[in-house]
């Protein structure tokens, strides 16, 4: 399939939305897990050019247990670090240091000539901060990974620099936790003219969705 995509068709860059390994939950093994990434990750580097951009981002089955992170401190979850190493050459050293701690970074947004879009970026969201399975955030409610913070730390660095943002992540943001999916939802709202493009994975269909601004539920925000 790749093979196809990278011969037949004209690529300027790749999202890539997670959940690598196979769907057999409960009845699989950290290392299969693992594994599966590991084998996807190198496929796609054989597949494409070195020069079309790749931005990874996790699944909720790409650590093991399904659903499941601990964000009680940052850089414990193996996985991740394995997975920050392998993406290192597409993400970059800064970006790839910052996802071994909690599994989110944000990356400069390239073209396939190699230029950078000025002051953009994507950031590649941890959606299992807002999984609302992942038992871990029983004790984690406040801002698991400090994630929310982070986004908007971003976003109003982005618009002050008047560049523009692109969201890359798993778990539509209409399924996550009410207090995660509330604040973010005020952030897209706030950073609507920021945030151009949005691309989530997780039900394994193609369609799109409409964000509605919280203060004005007749007010559409975003196309995803």
Request: glycine content about 6%; aromatic content about 12%.
């Amino acid at each position: 399939m790749l093979a196809h995509i990278s011969t037949t068709h004209h690529v300027d860059s790749v999202f890539w939305t997670g959940d690598n390994s196979s769907h057999n939950t409960w009845n699989n093994t950290e290392d299969e897990v693992n594994n599966y990434t590991t084998l996807i990750t190198n496929e796609i580097k054989a597949a494409f050019d070195k020069r079309i951009p790749v931005y990874p981002s996790l699944g909720n089955h790409d650590t093991w247990p399904v659903n499941v992170e601990d964000f009680s401190a940052p850089g414990i979850i193996a996985p991740i670090n394995n997975i920050a190493d392998s993406w290192g050459e597409w993400i970059g050293e800064e970006a790839a240091a910052e996802f071994a701690q909690w599994g989110y970074c944000s990356v400069p947004f390239k073209l396939t000539d190699g230029r950078v879009l000025e002051n953009s970026k994507v950031l590649v969201l941890n959606t299992q901060v807002a999984n609302n399975m992942n038992w871990y955030l029983a004790g984690e409610k406040n801002d698991p990974a400090n994630h929310i913070k982070w986004i908007e730390t971003q976003l109003k660095e982005i618009e002050a620099a008047g560049g523009i943002a692109y969201m890359v992540g798993r778990i539509q943001p209409h399924n996550y936790t009410h207090q995660f999916g509330a604040r973010y939802q005020a952030l897209m709202e706030r950073y609507q003219h920021i945030v151009r493009f949005s691309l989530t994975g997780h039900t394994h269909d193609q369609y799109f969705s409409v964000m509605r601004a919280s203060s004005d539920f007749n007010k559409f925000i975003q196309l995803g």
